[in-house]
């Protein structure tokens, strides 16, 4: 079973950089896509970017500037850093695993690929306040 | 870029209802890509719904997806107490994923 363990700072000031990693459990890091997805309070969910197998990254344009997702095979875990945080910053940050798959219900196609996210950590509340 | 827009924003039910919830997509957009997740509060989202119509692991059949193009709908047929929650659809693209804001479904 997959599971995945979220570390990291929970309060930061302004200008400071966000770090968070997360730890998989049950599974190789490599193979898989992993990504970085955040929850203002009492808003809805924002996708941050992604990494693939082969290392490179997807990130959401509006925080591409200030993200570096990455991940460590030694320690089978992935992380997001974020640079020069604000306020608006303020959220729950969830990792999750990106599923790239050509089956669904044990049918499988070729050249065709289903992409959802199917294993979640619990989250990591990060408060941005001087 | 591609929005998704859910409606209605809260949908008020009883147990036993059927409650049908739409994400409409604009431009239209492939059904293998569309996705459905429930969050509760203090949890994280948990994957209902892939390729538009696909239940995933252990959700039960009252949850079922249908739709193309432009228009999803999640469907819970017969709903359960443990049902009312906040509910997403998301989609994938090359570019990155995106969320619909989400529709509240709560106890009437």
């Known amino acids: 079973q997959v599971q995945l363990q979220q570390e990291g700072t929970g309060l930061l000031k302004p200008s400071e950089t966000l770090s968070l990693t997360c730890g998989v459990n049950?599974?190789?890091?490599?193979?898989?896509?992993w990504t970085w997805i955040r929850q203002p309070p009492g808003k809805g969910l924002e996708w941050i970017g992604e990494?693939?197998?082969?290392?490179?990254?997807n990130y959401n344009p509006s925080l591409k500037s200030r993200v570096t997702i990455s991940v460590d095979t030694s320690k089978n875990q992935f992380s997001l850093r974020l640079s020069s945080v604000t306020a608006a910053d303020t959220a729950v940050y969830f990792c999750?695993?990106?599923?790239?798959?050509?089956?669904?219900?044990?049918?499988?196609?070729?050249?065709?690929?289903?992409?959802?996210?199917?294993?979640w950590g619990k989250g990591t509340t990060v408060t941005v306040s001087s | 870029e591609i929005v998704l827009t859910q409606s209605p924003g809260t949908l008020s039910l009883s147990p036993g209802e059927r409650a049908p919830l739409s994400c409409r997509a604009s431009?239209?957009?492939?059904?293998?890509?569309l996705a459905w997740y429930q969050q509760k509060p203090g949890q994280a989202p948990r994957l209902l719904i892939y390729?538009?119509?696909n239940r995933a692991t252990g959700i039960p059949d009252r949850f079922s997806g249908s739709g193309s193009g432009a228009d999803f709908t999640l469907t819970i047929s017969r709903l359960e107490p443990e049902d009312f929650a906040v509910y997403y659809c998301?989609?994938?693209?090359?570019?990155?994923?995106?969320f619909g804001q989400g529709t509240r479904l709560e106890i009437k």
């Open positions: 999750a695993r990106l599923v790239r798959s050509d089956c669904a219900n044990g049918v499988c196609y070729q050249n065709i690929y289903f992409y959802y996210m199917d294993v």
């Open positions: 049950g599974v190789s890091l490599s193979g898989n896509y």
């Open positions: 990494i693939n197998p082969s290392g490179s990254t």
């Open positions: 431009p239209s957009v492939s059904t293998r890509y």
């Open positions: 390729g538009a119509s």
């Open positions: 998301q989609l994938y693209t090359t570019s990155g994923i995106t």
